[in-house]
């Protein structure tokens, strides 16, 4: 099955300074790529995703890379905020073949220091 | 529409006795996820759904879990008999493919203390 290594654990920066969160995945069939954002205490939501066809994707002040051949995909956050401060999950996802499932990385928690 | 609903938000139980968790999918949505999460384990798949037929259950820890999908709207999550092992929040997601969007959407999650 789909093994999803995500580095940092923890990542502490300073309010405005950029965090970069990294994972690698180990079955070259997964074609999807989406990213959660977790407060303390809330459910996990969808922050950003990407596809297998496309290497990187924007949405303001967050990015997300893709490199396939390598097979590891990251996240950009820019000028970060203190509402930036959660746990950042990646995933990777394969359909087919009587699959259909999302598997997780173990999270990283990102301290903003105001 | 008002998101995946789960039921109950905390549950404190006594190690033996039966815990029912139960959860209403996004209307429309035909993938229903049950998670696990954990400090030490992160979150983990349990089982999965698919037009009410469980399609994966690897993820159940032992005879302990059953879940059931007795229609589109509907989900449960049974531990029979609790264990303080079993304390953890459980989430339920579900999906729709054919949107073109396969990321899940969370319920609120069931936090669960066996005493």
């Known amino acids: 099955g789909e093994n999803v290594e995500q580095h940092p654990s923890t990542l502490s920066v300073q309010e405005g300074d950029s965090a970069v969160i990294k994972c690698t995945y180990s079955d070259s069939a997964s074609n999807y790529f989406p990213w959660y954002k977790q407060e303390l205490g809330k459910r996990p939501q969808l922050i950003i995703d990407?596809?297998?066809?496309?290497g990187e994707k924007k949405d303001q002040r967050i990015a997300v890379t893709l490199n396939k051949t390598a097979k590891h995909f990251s996240l950009h956050i820019t000028e970060t905020q203190p509402e930036d401060s959660a746990v950042y999950f990646c995933?990777?996802?394969?359909?087919?073949?009587?699959?259909?499932?999302?598997?997780f990385g173990k999270g990283t928690k990102l301290s903003v220091i105001p | 529409d008002a998101g995946v609903i789960q039921s109950p938000r905390h549950e404190v139980t006594e190690m033996g006795q039966e815990v029912t968790l139960r959860c209403k999918p996004i209307?429309?949505?035909?993938?229903l996820f049950w998670y696990r999460q954990t400090m030490m384990r992160g979150l983990e798949l349990l089982i999965y759904?698919?037009?009410?037929?469980?399609?994966?259950d690897s993820g159940m820890p032992e005879d302990r879990f059953s879940a059931k999908m007795p229609n589109a709207s509907f989900s449960t999550l049974k531990i029979q008999p609790s264990e303080p092992r079993d304390s953890a929040v459980y989430f339920c997601a579900s999906s729709f493919p054919r949107t073109g969007q396969d990321g899940y959407t969370f319920g609120s999650g069931t936090r669960l203390t066996v005493v």
């Open positions: 990407i596809r297998s066809n496309v």
């Open positions: 209307s429309g949505h035909d993938y």
């Open positions: 995933a990777a996802f394969r359909s087919g073949a009587g699959s259909y499932q999302l598997t």
């Open positions: 759904f698919n037009n009410n037929v469980p399609i994966d």
